[in-house]
């Protein structure tokens, strides 16, 4: 049955690819394209998620930062804001999921290199100056599982000088119980964990919380926002924040 799970909901993938990306060109001929944030919902709804949210996510002039447990984050968080995301460059290598993510006006970056982080920043910098909603998951890793890890703030650089209008939105992602079982972690390739997913049987509740606007001006650094955020996170999934949290660049 499992096999059979994952041939089920992959199909219903490609489905929605076929049917989305042709409707995608077709709109952007006509000045704008909301397909790929409907094709990402489909994708969510297909892996099995039943995302419902909380909150009113902003639509423009906007950094998300949310907790990161897995690549469902990204079909979650998108279905349910429209947002485009920060990802490492080698992304943009892989094969159709890079094309996908530049379809989804991705912001690619080079993490391995700390020589480039004033480049990073710059580029996620102007993304958001055109009003392009952007997420970041800023603990850059899922390792940490259902616990939140500190923050990165080396790209919220981005965010300083403050940019008119620009805010940050934490957003906390709940998958309930079956976050322990959704968490990539480990060793596990990514075919191997989107196999299990796939396959993974019944579905799966998440939340999307969209918490209370940050004005970075009135964070003052990049430090103080990124540990502002994780805080806010931590308690809207029920956590006790932790104050040992710092920057890890």
């Known amino acids: 049955m499992s096999k059979a799970r994952f041939l089920w909901r992959a199909g219903l993938i490609v ?24 094709f990402l919902r489909w994708a969510a709804y297909a892996s099995g998620m039943r995302v419902r949210s909380e909150g009113e996510p902003l639509h423009r002039h906007v950094l998300f930062l949310a907790n990161h447990l897995s690549w469902l984050d990204i079909l979650v968080l998108a279905g349910a804001s429209g947002t485009a995301f920060v ?62 890890l500190p923050f990165r703030g080396s790209l919220l650089a981005a965010l300083f000088p403050p940019l008119p209008g620009v805010q940050v939105q934490a957003v906390a992602l709940d998958y309930g119980d079956a976050g322990h079982d959704i968490a990539w972690i480990g060793e596990e390739s990514a075919p191997d ?55 890890r660049l």
């Open 15 to 38: 489905l929605g690819l076929f049917v989305c990306v042709p409707l995608h060109y077709g709109s952007r001929l006509l000045g704008g394209s909301r397909w790929p944030r409907r």
């Open 87 to 148: 990802s490492k460059d080698d992304v943009a290598r892989w094969p159709v999921v890079g094309w996908l993510a530049r379809l989804n006006n991705t912001v690619f970056i080079a993490r391995s290199s700390r020589a480039a982080v004033r480049h990073q920043a710059d580029a996620l910098r102007e993304a958001l100056a055109r009003g392009q909603p952007v997420a970041l998951f800023p603990e850059g890793t899922t390792e940490g599982g259902m616990d939140i």
């Open 193 to 247: 964990n989107a196999r299990r997913i796939l396959s993974r049987k019944g579905s799966v509740p998440v939340t999307v919380r969209f918490l209370a606007r940050i004005d970075p001006g009135a964070a003052g650094d990049r430090k103080v926002l990124a540990e502002r955020a994780r805080v806010e996170i931590v308690e809207a999934l029920g956590g006790a924040p932790s104050g040992a949290a710092a920057d």
